[in-house]
């Protein structure tokens, strides 16, 4: 089934994040896709996540899906102006790319090439908007298409933030719905409570919200992350697991796998997994059963699992 299809008849979607090769070796990149497949919907294929030079989505992406393997092709305003984006959205379209995920992209001083120059030619709004304005048969210009293309279109919402801030991320969500964004992936989450506050106020009967998953690496990781990360918590009791594991990349992907689980219980309409690199653990993450003080916490109907489960 599509993940087009999936998403409209209510099923809960997995999509995998697989990093491109920085270079021409394919094996590993392929390799780690097969092995999942038929337990991932579709895997994200980045464009130069934090602004590190690999190989295009692009061309990632009709690696993979020229092996069977769909995918959701990101797009971002960092790296191409108007004619680009508008190109590459058209190539991808006549070679069977589906999915896409707009994104602004980190500004090049993240990255590994810190002498690039940002293009930004046009901002995320206009990018979303672009690409609904191609399904009807226009490029930018106005000018007609001979194909129009199709696409299953997300992009990002930061569903962590509190407040005033909160508010303000709502409106640019409903911004974003309007231009053409079905599905949205939030900021890594390690406890679905976190997300209370921003279900209370997303507006669920018109897209489907994914949050990340990210697969702890380390002790450290996860400090770091808890302690430097901005409204992404880790939480104590967590580093605390990872701390006193005898084998802590296992308990890493134990935490990974009891997340899914916590997030299909608590009524979200899929995942994003994230694995920085670790894509040979994403058999280990799909396949490893909830841990049993998972389970009794989500049976409890006074926490925040139990209260979000089985709705939206």
Avoid at 33 to 40: D, G, S, T
Avoid at 170 to 187: C, N, Q
Avoid at 264 to 271: F, L, N, P, S, W
Avoid at 284 to 292: G, S
Wanted: net charge negative; proline share 4%.
């Amino acid at each position: 089934m599509q993940l087009r299809d999936k998403s409209e008849a209510g099923q809960f979607i997995v999509l995998a994040e697989m990093e491109p090769p920085k270079g021409v070796d394919i094996n590993k990149f392929t390799a780690n896709a097969i092995r999942v497949k038929e337990q991932v919907d579709a895997f994200v294929v980045p464009e130069m996540n934090s602004a590190v030079m690999r190989m295009s989505s692009l061309g990632a992406s009709l690696i993979l899906q020229h092996k069977g393997l769909p995918t959701v092709m990101q797009v971002n305003c960092r790296d191409r102006n108007r004619l680009a984006l508008q190109a590459d959205l058209l190539a991808a379209g006549a070679s069977g790319v589906e999915n896409i995920m707009a994104v602004t992209g980190e500004d090049p001083s993240f990255g590994d090439h810190h002498e690039a120059s940002a293009v930004y030619d046009i901002d995320l709004i206009r990018l979303l908007s672009t690409i609904q304005g191609m399904a009807k048969g226009k490029d930018m210009a106005g000018v007609d298409l001979i194909g129009a293309p199709s696409f299953f279109c997300g992009s990002t919402v930061n569903a962590n933030v509190r407040g005033k801030a909160l508010q303000l991320e709502i409106e640019e969500m409903e911004r974003k719905i309007e231009a053409g964004a079905r599905f949205f992936v939030t900021p890594p989450v390690f406890d679905m409570a976190d997300l209370d506050e921003f279900l209370q106020k997303a507006p669920r009967d018109k897209i489907k919200i994914l949050p990340t998953v990210l697969l702890l690496k380390s002790v450290g990781m996860a400090r770091y992350i808890d302690r430097h990360s901005d409204h992404v918590s880790v939480g104590q009791g967590l580093i605390k697991r990872i701390m006193t594991a005898s084998d802590k990349a296992r308990e890493c992907a134990q935490i990974a796998a009891d997340t899914i689980a916590a997030a299909k219980q608590a009524g979200m309409d899929g995942v994003a997994i994230a694995t920085l690199g670790w894509e040979h653990m994403l058999p280990q993450v799909l396949n490893l059963k909830p841990t049993e003080s998972l389970d009794t916490r989500q049976d409890d109907p006074n926490t925040s699992w139990g209260k979000h489960a089985g709705g939206k």
